[in-house]
């Protein structure tokens, strides 16, 4: 059973340009969580998807957004990049919304903004 | 507020000993813990859930605790090897987050020498 994909792997874009950024979850699992994870903050939720709904969303601002598909696979998306933005993002995907789901992540997009 | 914390950060140890990683939380209300596993640049590996109603869970030479009234989890491994080397993170969910939003520990780096 393949596991979660992200593409790309790796970008360099330049600081006021926008990114997106793809998540592939494993075959069958309904819900894809987003993560961004910086040296110094460490990993943060960004948001969670869910059957094509958001449902969750983290403490960062709107320049970042998401979506799902009907296959489950889903996309962010980053405004007006900033170096800040500069990070390890990961993506997660888990079956459903039951209490126990057990989450799996993906190998990241490395993003470097200049 | 919900913290998790992991210490120490960095941990060094001669291959063969056997060691315990701590995670420790400030809100015990919890649904279940996950213990992963990071290599450099890498992505998230998961190596062990706990359900709330658990108190212990192994695979191979890990073993992972929960005791909630303590808020706390150990991460024991037997027998290092230098393949064990990573960033082990701890990250909880908790039932106040819809969804499956999880809240991550800082991690430690474990290096195990030859």
């Known amino acids: 059973k393949a596991g979660v994909t992200q593409t790309p792997r790796y970008l360099i874009k330049t600081r006021g340009q926008q990114v997106t950024l793809s998540c592939s979850p494993i075959?069958?699992?309904?819900?894809v969580s987003w993560y961004q994870q910086t040296p110094g903050q460490g990993l943060q939720f960004l948001f969670e998807?869910?059957?094509?709904?958001?449902?969750n969303k983290g403490n960062f601002p709107g320049r970042f957004s998401g979506r799902q598909f009907s296959n489950s696979r889903s996309e962010m998306n980053v405004s007006t990049l900033e170096l800040g933005d500069s990070a390890l993002y990961l993506c997660?995907?888990?079956?459903?919304?039951?209490?126990?789901?057990?989450?799996?992540f993906g190998p990241g997009t490395r993003l470097t903004v200049l | 507020k919900q913290e998790v914390t992991q210490i120490p950060a960095a941990l060094s140890v001669p291959e063969g000993e056997n060691l315990v990683l701590n995670c420790s939380f400030t809100?015990?209300?919890?649904?279940?813990l996950q213990w992963f596993r990071q290599d450099p640049g890498k992505g998230l590996t998961s190596l062990l859930l706990?359900?709330?109603?658990?108190r212990e869970q192994t695979s191979g030479r890990l073993n992972a605790s929960l005791d909630k009234s303590s808020g706390r989890s150990t991460l024991y491994i037997a027998a290092s090897q230098p393949g064990d080397s990573a960033t082990y993170l701890c990250?909880?969910?908790?039932?106040?987050?819809?969804?499956?939003?999880?809240?991550f520990g800082g991690g430690t780096r474990l290096m195990v020498k030859p």
């Open positions: 706990i359900q709330s109603s658990q």
């Open positions: 809100d015990s209300a919890i649904y279940n």
């Open positions: 990250a909880l969910r908790y039932p106040n987050n819809a969804g499956n939003m999880l809240t």
């Open positions: 075959s069958g699992h309904r819900s």
């Open positions: 998807y869910f059957s094509e709904t958001q449902r």
């Open positions: 997660a995907s888990s079956l459903g919304s039951g209490l126990y789901n057990e989450q799996f």
